[in-house]
């Protein structure tokens, strides 16, 4: 069973750029969709982006789209999510993500972690 363990969080001023690290263990990590979500407490979780197993297929969706890169490295059970030009209003807990191709659904989750951007 693969589990997944994010860290790279922290406090930042509005501007900085700050890189996000997803590491999996467990076997099986490199079959993964990788997904990166965001939660502001209070609210939904949000999807950032993902990418399949090959990095073949990256999609990113509207939150933070041009300010954001998902990338992976299966050689080191790894994700990762650079992101630039932080707002205050990215404020959240970060969250990466894992699933089968045939599936639709995120099973596996990481425990979080948090990023301040400060004004």
């Known amino acids: 069973q693969v589990q997944l363990a994010e860290s790279g969080g922290g406090v930042v001023q509005a501007g900085d750029s700050l890189r996000l690290s997803c590491v999996a263990s467990?076997?099986?990590?490199?079959?993964?969709?990788v997904a990166w979500f965001r939660q502001v407490p209070g609210k939904e979780r949000e999807l950032l982006a993902h990418?399949?197993?090959?990095?073949?297929?990256?999609n990113y969706l509207d939150a933070m789209q041009g300010r954001i890169t998902i990338s992976r490295d299966n050689a080191l059970n790894a994700a990762y999510l650079q992101m630039n030009s932080l707002k205050p209003e990215d404020t959240a807990d970060y969250y990466c993500?894992?699933?089968?191709?045939?599936?639709?659904?995120?099973?596996?989750w990481g425990q979080g972690t948090r990023v301040t951007v400060s004004s």
């Open positions: 993500a894992a699933r089968s191709e045939f599936t639709s659904q995120y099973l596996i």
């Open positions: 467990g076997r099986g990590f490199d079959r993964l969709t």
């Open positions: 990418i399949n197993w090959s990095s073949s297929r990256v």
